[in-house]
């Protein structure tokens, strides 16, 4: 997931992510500050720090840290569900670029483990085959803890679509016994009135 969106002085957004439990997230930002000048944003953001918190599903803060201008943060998911990833600057009325715009960049890396670079580039033919192998290996196990936690969301959404089905045929079984009810008691009052006036 790569995007970039603007946010105010202070002002906290936040982004959900879908994320299987024991999964390493990462995440890269960059802050932009808009020039007035310039009447662009500038590559950086000298001096501005982001504060990152991320929440787990049950509302428990995994992660709450303070970064620079630019950095990278990560967790690794315990429960499986909606993680939410906030940014707030911590820009000041006493800054110079207070209360300006800031355009933030963010990447986020769901399951992705890193190769060493060292061992890429090292000589030895065998650990870079080894290295690669297992970065391997480490991609199909989160490929199919995924895959595991697809089939129990479609599990859940397939009782719950089941249940809602079952409710609905139940309550228009109720709506038609209502109705038909409400029939034989309308007829019924009808022909006791034309029987009391004799119009039968």
């Given at each position: 997931?790569?995007?970039?969106?603007?946010?105010g002085?202070?002002?906290?957004?936040?982004?959900?992510?879908?994320?299987?439990?024991?999964?390493?997230?990462?995440?890269?930002?960059?802050?932009?500050r808009?020039?007035?000048h310039?009447?662009?944003?500038?590559e950086?953001?000298?001096?501005?720090?982001?504060?990152?918190?991320?929440?787990?599903?049950?509302?428990?803060?995994?992660?709450s840290?303070l970064?620079?201008?630019?950095?990278?943060?990560?967790?690794?998911?315990?429960l499986?569900?909606?993680?939410?990833?906030?940014?707030?600057?911590?820009?000041?009325?006493?800054?110079?670029?207070?209360?300006?715009?800031?355009r933030?960049?963010?990447?986020?890396?769901?399951?992705?483990?890193?190769?060493?670079?060292?061992?890429?580039?090292?000589?030895?033919?065998?650990?870079?085959v080894?290295?690669?192998?297992?970065?391997?290996?480490e991609?199909?196990?989160?490929?199919?803890?995924?895959?595991?936690?697809e089939r129990?969301?479609?599990?859940?959404?397939?009782k719950?679509?089941?249940?809602?089905?079952?409710?609905?045929l139940?309550?228009?079984?109720v709506?038609?016994?209502i109705?038909?009810?409400?029939?034989?008691?309308q007829?019924?009052?009808?022909?006791?009135f034309?029987?009391?006036?004799?119009?039968?």
């Amino acid at each position: 997931l790569a995007l970039y969106f603007h946010s105010g002085e202070r002002e906290e957004k936040c982004i959900i992510e879908d994320v299987p439990s024991d999964t390493l997230v990462i995440g890269n930002y960059k802050v932009q500050r808009w020039d007035i000048h310039k009447q662009d944003f500038l590559e950086s953001a000298p001096g501005l720090g982001m504060f990152v918190t991320v929440t787990t599903p049950s509302a428990e803060v995994l992660l709450s840290k303070l970064y620079g201008p630019q950095g990278t943060f990560s967790f690794t998911s315990y429960l499986s569900g909606e993680h939410v990833i906030c940014l707030q600057s911590n820009s000041t009325r006493f800054m110079a670029f207070a209360g300006s715009k800031l355009r933030i960049h963010l990447d986020i890396r769901v399951g992705e483990h890193f190769l060493d670079e060292s061992v890429v580039q090292a000589k030895d033919k065998v650990n870079e085959v080894n290295s690669r192998l297992e970065h391997l290996i480490e991609q199909i196990h989160h490929i199919s803890k995924e895959q595991n936690y697809e089939r129990e969301r479609e599990e859940k959404f397939r009782k719950t679509s089941e249940e809602t089905n079952s409710n609905i045929l139940w309550w228009a079984i109720v709506q038609t016994l209502i109705l038909i009810s409400i029939g034989i008691w309308q007829i019924k009052s009808l022909r006791d009135f034309f029987i009391s006036k004799k119009l039968v």
